[in-house]
């Protein structure tokens, strides 16, 4: 049997309830994967509240990250068996102790990875990976503004940039949050009332990129740039994006360049390579895990309130 956090009505935390239900079977390709914890994401929440769609018919089950061990192998299934530590960071259903993950988005742990350490990790480092290396050149020596910087991807991307050498300048909401960031190399951290002109007076010509996953942001993010510069706008968790007149990107040579994870994990062999650079940049001391406050997958409602309230800066596992 199998135990999952669910939800068959939109609304606030206390719509969650616990259900016991059969454990699913391996289909063709796939892995049944006993989960050993979950990421809890702000995604999960939206869902929750009905502001993003979801598949099939209630009870729903939220999460898409997380790790376990392999229970049982589906048909065709090459290069896995029982017993083999896995990690996902884009299989749906994983706010349960089983989940069915096709083996194409299956990631091998290394040995000295946890499997709480992976659930912690994967989604937003894998977030950061492909922000570094895939939409710009980003080079040492370039000034680059991040924003929500202490959130869950800020973070590691703050700590990925100062590890080549880029001046980072951040922007948290709080005096606690900019100091975790200054901790974590950002040369200059404020808070968002103003902070083009802060940016302007860490380096008077401008910002190379700003990441910015806020997205109500952008009218200030295209403000901080120097001439050429880019915003790289891969997120809006402060909301509706602006609409802008394009006119003053193009007196600037200026450009914003939307950005989403799911282009670029694109196979197994993707996933993993990906998956494998983050441990490494673990592994060699270049970024830190998150703090983790862990809860038991029984006391989803507590988890659902602790982020959605941002409550705290870190990583909020369910723990099957």
Not at 48 to 77: D, H, M
Request: charged content about 20%; aromatic content about 8%; proline content about 5%.
């Amino acid at each position: 049997m199998m135990q999952s956090l669910v939800f068959d009505q939109f609304g606030s935390p206390e719509v969650l309830w616990l259900r016991t239900s059969p454990a699913p079977e391996p289909g063709e390709g796939e892995l049944l994967v006993e989960v050993s914890a979950a990421g809890l994401n702000f995604a999960d929440i939206y869902r929750r509240q009905g502001r993003y769609p979801l598949a099939g018919t209630a009870p729903w089950i939220a999460g898409y990250e997380g790790a376990g061990r392999v229970l049982n192998v589906g048909s065709g299934v090459e290069g896995w068996q029982v017993g083999d530590r896995v990690g996902f960071a884009d299989v749906p259903l994983a706010h349960a102790s089983h989940i069915l993950v096709p083996q194409d988005h299956a990631i091998r742990l290394p040995d000295w990875v946890s499997e709480a350490e992976a659930a912690s990790i994967l989604l937003q480092g894998l977030t950061a990976d492909y922000l570094l290396h895939d939409i710009l050149p980003v080079e040492p020596g370039m000034h680059v503004a991040v924003l929500a910087a202490a959130g869950g991807v800020g973070n590691l991307l703050t700590q990925m940039l100062v590890a080549r050498g880029v001046h980072v300048f951040a922007v948290a909401s709080s005096k606690s949050k900019q100091a975790a960031c200054l901790h974590n190399g950002a040369e200059v951290a404020t808070d968002y009332y103003g902070w083009p002109e802060q940016g302007r007076a860490w380096h008077s010509s401008g910002c190379d990129i700003v990441f910015d996953s806020v997205g109500s942001t952008l009218l200030e993010s295209m403000q901080s740039l120097k001439d050429s510069g880019r915003v790289v706008l891969f997120g809006m968790s402060g909301g509706e994006i602006p609409a802008f007149d394009p006119t003053g990107l193009l007196l600037k040579s200026a450009g914003v360049i939307g950005a989403d994870l799911w282009t670029y994990l694109t196979s197994q062999q993707e996933r993993q390579r990906r998956a494998d650079r983050l441990f490494a940049l673990l592994k060699a001391g270049d970024i830190t895990l998150p703090t983790v406050t862990s809860f038991p997958l029984s006391r989803g409602k507590e988890a659902h309130n602790l982020l959605e309230n941002r409550l705290f800066s870190g990583k909020v596992l369910l723990i099957p």
